[in-house]
Nanobody, 123 residues
Framework: QVQLVESGGRLVQAGDSLRLSCAASGRTFSSYAMAWFRQAPGKEREFVAAISVFGGSTNYTDSVRGRFTISRDNADHTLYLQMNSLKPEDTAVYYC????????????????WGQGTQVTVSS
């Protein structure tokens, strides 16, 4: 089983770009579909993006499609989220998550989670 550690979150201005990373320990990273979720204060955790085991398929929530790009490097055991044109409503704690099998949207299908990294976008 992998363990996940996110990094890269910080305070940025609206319109800025930011890249989040999720480092996975263990040798089985390429067995997992991966995803990014986020949770703003007082709100439920929501799906942001997902990527298949070998990166051939991706999925995005409508609010980030065209602005965010999910990618993975299986040789490096790392998941990325490139975020461009950031908006204040993107402010949240961002989590990476893993599951064996195909990528899914609901968070309940993911059984391995990182600790989260805070992204704050000021207007």
């Amino acid at each position: 089983q992998v363990q996940l550690v996110e990094s890269g979150g910080r305070l940025v201005q609206a319109g800025d770009s930011l890249r989040l990373s999720c480092a996975a320990s263990g040798r089985t990273f390429s067995s997992y579909a991966m995803a990014w979720f986020r949770q703003a204060p007082g709100k439920e955790r929501e799906f942001v993006a997902a990527i298949s085991v070998f990166g051939g398929s991706t999925n995005y929530t409508d609010s980030v499609r065209g602005r965010f790009t999910i990618s993975r490097d299986n040789a490096d055991h790392t998941l990325y989220l490139q975020m461009n044109s950031l908006k204040p409503e993107d402010t949240a704690v961002y989590y990476c998550a893993a599951r064996v099998g195909v990528m899914r949207i609901p968070p309940r299908y993911y059984d391995i989670w990182g600790q989260g990294t805070q992204v704050t976008v000021s207007s």
